[in-house]
């Protein structure tokens, strides 16, 4: 069997790898170099707690597995790749700003035994540069992160090393459809055929001709700005992921990453200062000496938003084609997860996950094809 996986961020490798090692011809075709778009941009999270409100909710749901699989999926490339990815289960300390949103907080540890509320000079004792005007944190022991620009690198490595073939530079540009099945996927390299497509292209996934409108998953472009800052010489960095005032901080290595904004600006991923300024004054709320740093870096990356909210996993309208798209705020948490799903499917053993069909949107509209 032969597939042909386009888009070589975090899902599409994950995706591939997984299909090699099930002994599947796989080839990944990338527009661009391999995990360079979102997977580089971001800031590697593995934030089931801090991006889910409900772990209940189908989201929550897969959001949760997917972080239960990350200690593996983690080892498992780091073996295969001979690479460290720097994944620290580092928990995250989500501080309140209010007495409400303190309020909001206890009301969480209800349902999740992992959960714990800290006062605030408990939370300051475990993060000592925050704040004095925090008034209690919300302590996920289980979150983590992982250093997601080696974990691109490192899962090339793994992939090309199974013997998966990865074509960069390669931007498909239209799906040939022959008899209600997707047969090739032409870029300017030539005609890729294969048994099965798996459409894994990020923000970019809705921008392929040659299929009908309905099989082509209604993802944009999210953009997100980001900060490393670097402290004083001598200045020890946070321990912990670091939630609060509606941005993140995140140590990686010798720097600090703050974000991130949301904005819906098309594939614009040009810095601004307004963003910096968003992100620094907002950083500096949540940890006051942020302000003697230096802001070392400042980048932009586009997630892929749909229009739900929730990712698109799964078969497509058209026969032989499936979608990861859509996982948003998502990608790096999900990675393992999606990669279970789309390899099983393809190899006909789906794992579930109705709630994420691509084919929702085209149900909605009345209209399905012959894979619905
Ligand atoms: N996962 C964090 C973000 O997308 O900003």
Same mark, same amino acid.
């Given at each position: ?5 386009? +888009? =070589?961020?975090? =899902? ?22 391999? +995990? ?30 997917? @972080?239960?699989?990350?200690? *593996?999926? =983690? ?35 209800? #349902? ?9 000079? *408990? ?8 704040? *004095?005007?925090?008034? +209690? ?10 250093? $997601? ?17 990865? /074509?960069? $530079?390669?931007? !498909? ?55 490393a800052f670097e402290?004083?010489?001598? !200045?020890?960095l946070?321990?912990?992921? !670091?939630?609060? $005032? ?6 990686r290595g010798d720097r600090l990453l ?5 904005? *819906?600006?098309?594939? #614009? /991923?040009? !810095?601004?200062?307004?963003?910096? #300024? ?18 070392a870096d ?30 948003? @705020?998502?990608?790096?948490?999900? =990675? ?30 009345? @209209?399905?094809?012959? $894979?619905?």
């Amino acid at each position: 069997m032969k597939v042909v996986i386009v +888009g =070589a961020g975090i =899902a599409g490798l994950s995706i591939g790898w997984r299909l090699r090692q099930a002994g599947v011809d796989v080839t990944v075709l990338e527009r661009a170099q391999a +995990g360079q778009g979102a997977t580089w941009a971001s800031a590697g999270m593995i934030a089931a707690t801090a991006e889910h409100q409900h772990a209940q909710s189908p989201e929550g749901e897969l959001a949760y597995r997917a @972080r239960a699989m990350w200690p *593996d999926f =983690a080892r498992e490339i780091e073996d295969s790749s001979g690479m460290k990815i720097g994944y620290a289960e580092s928990g995250s300390l989500m501080v309140a700003m209010t007495e409400d949103e303190t309020a909001r907080y206890v009301a969480r540890t209800a #349902d999740d035994p992992e959960l714990e509320v800290l006062s605030a000079s *408990d939370a300051r004792a475990m993060e000592p540069m925050l704040s *004095d005007s925090v008034a +209690g944190a919300l302590w996920a022991s289980k979150e983590a992160h992982v250093d $997601n620009r080696a974990l691109g690198q490192a899962l090339v490595r793994a992939f090309v090393g199974a013997g998966g073939v990865l /074509t960069v $530079n390669e931007a !498909v540009v239209s799906f040939e459809i022959r008899d209600g099945r997707a047969v090739a996927a032409r870029g300017a390299l030539g005609l890729h055929e294969a048994d099965a497509f798996i459409l894994a292209a990020g923000a970019w996934s809705g921008l392929i001709d040659g299929l009908p409108p309905d099989a082509l998953p209604p993802v944009k472009p999210i953009k997100g700005e980001m900060l490393a800052f670097e402290p004083p010489k001598g !200045v020890a960095l946070p321990t912990h992921v !670091v939630w609060g $005032n509606e941005v993140y901080l995140v140590p990686r290595g010798d720097r600090l990453l703050v974000g991130a904004t949301l904005e *819906d600006a098309g594939f #614009d /991923t040009g !810095v601004t200062a307004a963003a910096e #300024d968003w992100l620094s004054c907002r950083a500096i709320s949540v940890m006051p000496s942020l302000r003697q740093w230096r802001v070392a870096d400042h980048w932009a990356g586009l997630r892929p938003g749909s229009p739900d909210g929730l990712p698109l996993l799964g078969p497509s309208v058209v026969s032989g084609l499936f979608i990861a798209s859509g996982q948003y @705020r998502n990608g790096i948490l999900f =990675a393992p997860v999606v990669a279970e799903i789309l390899s099983g499917l393809v190899l006909g053993r789906p794992i579930g996950f109705a709630s994420f069909d691509p084919r929702r949107f085209a149900r909605a509209r009345g @209209r399905t094809g012959p $894979n619905a």
